[in-house]
């Protein structure tokens, strides 16, 4: 069973830093894409930011560039977000989600896939991330 896995939200003050994980089970991440969303009570889901399955791109929406970075390791099974200088603002409940390499994925750009969401197929249980002073 392909399961995906948060962990690493919490409680912390403005400015400071979290690093997100998403843990991968019952398959192998190397053949998806995978983004960061995150989604507030009554609001839509947003596009964090996603990479490719080789890393070699990535997409930001404009609100965090600068300030988080995603990055994975497939050799772990694991890719995260380090989310830095963080504001009330990013105060969310943060999901992965893995896209595999078919259509629609294999044929969008990994920032088409991160604003439209197109393709994901396998979504963690969220983490909550919580700015506050």
């Known amino acids: 069973q392909l399961q995906l896995v948060e962990s690493g939200g919490g409680l912390v003050q403005p400015g400071g830093s979290l690093r997100l994980s998403c843990a991968a089970s019952?398959?192998?991440?190397?053949?998806?894409?995978i983004g960061w969303f995150r989604q507030a009570p009554g609001k839509e889901r947003e596009g964090v930011s996603c990479?490719?399955?080789?890393?070699?791109?990535?997409y930001y929406r404009d609100s965090v560039k600068g300030r988080f970075t995603i990055s994975r390791d497939n050799a772990k099974n694991t890719v995260y977000l380090q989310m830095n200088s963080l504001s009330p603002e990013d105060t969310n409940v943060y999901y992965c989600?893995?896209?595999?390499?078919?259509?629609?994925?294999?044929?969008?750009?990994?920032?088409?896939?991160?604003?439209?969401?197109?393709?994901?197929?396998?979504w963690g249980q969220g983490t909550q991330v919580t700015v506050s002073s």
């Open positions: 990479i490719t399955m080789s890393g070699g791109s990535t």
């Open positions: 019952g398959f192998t991440l190397d053949y998806y894409a």
């Open positions: 989600a893995a896209a595999p390499a078919k259509a629609p994925a294999k044929f969008l750009t990994v920032q088409a896939l991160c604003i439209t969401g197109l393709g994901f197929d396998s």
